[in-house]
């Protein structure tokens, strides 16, 4: 089973045993309303799967593999990114799609959760190729996507230009319907959200500070009274200088980076950043702006020679990206892959806090292993929700065709974050489950609850 199943069936399991949860169960109906609940949310709705047929600029033809999964939609219309990857595979797509379908549960977001794929390595195809491409995956699923259906958005591999292609496209199949709020992430001149490139990577540093700063120390008295190893790891830090390692420095780990270094709450030292070629080393801590502006200027990559640290006055040593993981430092932050602390590693990890930023970078026996230790890991589910917050923002700015600007966006990002966190923490630090495992309790009670008062579960 896999790791999202898991979780799931584990939470209905919590909920179940609680006397609370939907006392009209009885009983008899209680067990029938377990097994109906499993079924429906370890499944997704409805597989989509074609052949793309692509003729390249050479002429020939060539198929590539697409997906599009919906799991669920008892929230609403479906959402959830399109990944350009040459791994992409159904399972894959499928374990995303009811990740999405908990994370806006869980943050109060109107949508169900979808996910999209295509096989394909975009590096390997040329402008011309990649925008067909994006024309078939609108032309093959026409019929099930669409602003009240399902509305993807970028991942990895797509962007901006994909979604503007996309939406085009949805344009020219669907004439005389509405378009703007068929596509995500999309350019602002096309209707995209102000502040959207940056929400993952800012709501990820968010959920940390939150909890860290603000929840810490309002709650310190009652956190230190409480017996619980996760409220003395917030309150040991809270005021201690935490030495911090990123993984991955794309959009999400530079955007997180950013602000880690600026906060004036928290005191951070990034001492150590990756991407895929190096990792860039400082005990004192990195200058993180004057990385920040290395990569903007040499295609989102890290400085991989001497003579380049010299040229942008980054005071760093340059070593291989996998030592990052294994560094002696209070947090990591992990913005780069799936599965990255893994059964092999696991023990070697000496961070006291995780912060997913991507999607499930903590393979679930290693979740198990570090939290049984103590270790207080923020979860993709809670962390990572920016760029679906932010896209419902901008799905409603294309309905309504009035914008905010920046600043009210990010109040607005925040805003929803810290009510979910407001909502989640004090059970979190008041009971004996991960925080993980709060969130998909929270999630399934609130999916559970509204499909048994839509009879749904018979
Ligand atoms: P990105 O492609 O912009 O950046 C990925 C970064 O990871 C790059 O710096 C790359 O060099 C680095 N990387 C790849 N392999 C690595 C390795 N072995 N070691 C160290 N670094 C490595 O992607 P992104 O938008 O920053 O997203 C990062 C992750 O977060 C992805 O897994 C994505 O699916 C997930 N995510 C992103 C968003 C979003 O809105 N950007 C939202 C939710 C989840």
Redesign the pocket.
Known sequence: MDKQSSIIENSLKAIMDDENFLPDLKSQTRDQAYKSLVSILTTPNHIHKSFLRVTLENGTVTRVPAFRIQHNDILGPYKG?I?FHPSVSEEEVSNFSKLMTLKNALHEVPFGGAKGGVVVNPKEYSVKELNLICKKYVQYFNDVLGPDKDIP?????SGEREMDWMMAEFKTVHPGEPYRNSFT?KSIVNGGSEGRRE???KGVYFSFRYLMHDYANKNEKWLTENDNVFADTAVKYAKTKMRMAI?????????AALEAYKCKYLQNKIVAV????V?LYNEKGLDIPSIVNYTEENG???PTQEVALNDYDINASIHE??E?LELDVDVLLL????D?IHEDNMENIKAEIIIE???K?VTEKADKFLSDKGVLIIP?ILA?????IVSYFEWMQGRDTQFMGEDRIYEKLFNKMKYTMDTILPQFFGDPFPLRQNCYIHAVTKLSTIMFRQGKLY
């Not at 958005?153 to 591999?157: E, K, L, N, Q, V």
């Open positions: 990114g990944r958005a970028p991942d990895m591999g992430g929400a993952t990577g993984q991955g420095f794309g959009n999400l780990g530079s955007v990756s991407d895929h070629n990792m989102g990559e890290l990206n996998d990052l913005a780069a892959l799936e990255q930023g991507a999607n970078p993709d990572n929700a920016g760029g679906v």
